[in-house]
């Protein structure tokens, strides 16, 4: 069975600072990524995926996020955070069997001045 | 303009009640998904529906029952066999296929008092 793990589940950080919200997961077979945001009381915004080549992938509001298969991880980076960054982070993978996403227990990210 | 709503935004209920969570969608996708999201456990899939008049479970379908009879509607019934129903409920829906985006609702915060 696919899992996802996200290490940190909150990770504060100073305005203008770089940030790195990892996420490893586990399979041995071919993988699609995502990258999700909540902010308060709202439901969920793709941030970016991965599902095949360049595997530096960029997204939204200046995430950008690497595939690293060897260690089977997909930390999301961001080299200059915003106050508005403030939210919830979620990694989430789907492997092709059983057809849905595996989503992380996800980062809450607060950028403080 | 296209997207989906989730109503109400908050529904309060006694204990042993049924309840029935909205959701409607106006992008014409095909599949629709409903997730529960309780803090530090991410979100967990309750059923999805790939098409219409067919739906399958997730991982906590238990306590929980839905209906597809109509591609824009996906409504959820949280049953009075739902052991702890406090929590988040998120719709979202997307194009056939799960590798591609999801595209959540705002959600309907349930508490069982």
């Known amino acids: 069975a696919q899992s996802v793990t996200q290490l940190d589940s909150q990770v504060p950080v100073f305005e203008e600072a770089p940030v790195e919200l990892r996420c490893n997961y586990s399979?041995?077979?071919?993988?699609?990524l995502f990258w999700y945001v909540q902010y308060p009381n709202q439901g969920l915004q793709l941030l970016l995926k991965?599902?095949?080549?360049?595997?530096l992938v960029k997204g939204i509001n200046g995430f950008e996020a690497e595939f690293n298969k060897s260690q089977t991880s997909f930390h999301l980076r961001k080299p200059s955070v915003h106050i508005s960054d403030t939210a919830e982070y979620f990694c989430?993978?789907?492997?092709?069997?059983?057809?849905?996403?595996?989503f992380g227990t996800g980062t809450q990210l607060k950028v403080e001045l | 303009d296209g997207g989906i709503t989730q109503s109400p935004k908050y529904l309060f209920r006694k204990e042993g009640q049924n309840v029935t969570l909205s959701c409607e969608q106006n992008?014409?996708?095909?599949?629709m998904y409903w997730y529960r999201q309780d803090p530090g456990q991410g979100l967990r899939l309750i059923y999805y529906?790939?098409?219409?008049?067919?739906?399958q479970k997730g991982d906590i379908a238990e306590g929980y029952s839905v209906s597809r009879e109509k591609k824009e509607s996906f409504p959820l019934t949280v049953t009075s066999a739902q052991k702890n129903p406090t929590a988040f409920y998120l719709c979202?829906?997307?194009?056939?296929?799960?590798?591609?985006?999801?595209?959540f609702g705002p959600g309907t915060r349930l508490t069982v008092l």
């Open positions: 989430a993978v789907f492997t092709g069997g059983g057809n849905k996403l595996t």
């Open positions: 529906s790939q098409i219409v008049n067919d739906f």
């Open positions: 979202a829906s997307s194009i056939a296929g799960v590798y591609n985006e999801q595209f």
């Open positions: 992008l014409n996708h095909d599949a």
């Open positions: 991965y599902l095949s080549g360049s595997t």
């Open positions: 399979s041995s077979v071919s993988v699609y």
